[in-house]
Structures are given as C-alpha cells and as structure tokens.
C-alpha cells in the first residue's frame, strides 16, 4: 500500500482532485471513476488498483449528501430505483472488487481505458 507523504503540494492536489470531482459529481453526475481514478494515478503516481481503491473509499462516507438533497427538493431523485441500485452496487462491488484485485495492473489500465473510451464514444455519438 503505498503511503502518500503529506506536504503541501500533495494536500493541494488533493484538494483540487476532491473540489473537481464534487463539481462534476454536482453537475453531471460523475466523480469517482471518471475523475478520481485518472488524477490520483497520473497526479499522486498510484497505482491503477490503489486509485480505484482510494476513490471507492471516498463513496464509503456520504460525500454526495448535499448534491442528493437538492436533486431531491426538486423531485429529480427516483427513490425506490436509488434503492435498488445501492443493494446491487454493493454486491456488485463486492465482485467487481475480487477480480480487479487479481488481475495485473496494467491489465486493468487498460480494460479502465477501455470502458472510458467505448462510454465516451456512446455519449459522444449515441442518442
């Protein structure tokens, strides 16, 4: 695991991974994969496996709690699907988790790459 030195420019980066990542949360929906992984593997030099590992403890506390709740005042929250979702996400972690970790890193770089790229093309040109 690697143990991340503190010092002011490293708390600075972190900060403005964490500020980007909630403005993009607030604003589109995305922060953790898509904006979390990349910054702490290319900015703060982790691995593929620790960046996806730091940003999945991110989600553990409440951090887009503020975001939901005015989402939710003006009736953009589907509930009962949150709910749904939040169970299988968690199992679904709980797998996606245990193949991840035994697979090589780069490996993962690259099915991470992947999946952004394809995602982006869809968004991009999909309907």
Sequence with gaps: MKNTEFNMTTIIILLCIGLLAGILSGLVGIG???VIVPALVYFM?????QGQGTSLAVLLLP???????????AGHVDVKSSLIIAITFVIGGYIGSKIA???DQNMLKKVFGIFMLL????MIFGK
């Design 45 to 49: 030099s982790m691995s593929q496996h």
């Design 101 to 103: 970790i035994s697979m």
């Design 119 to 122: 995602l982006s093309i869809k």
């Design 63 to 73: 951090v887009g709690i503020l975001a939901v709740y005015n989402y939710y005042q």
């Design 32 to 34: 953790g994969g898509v």
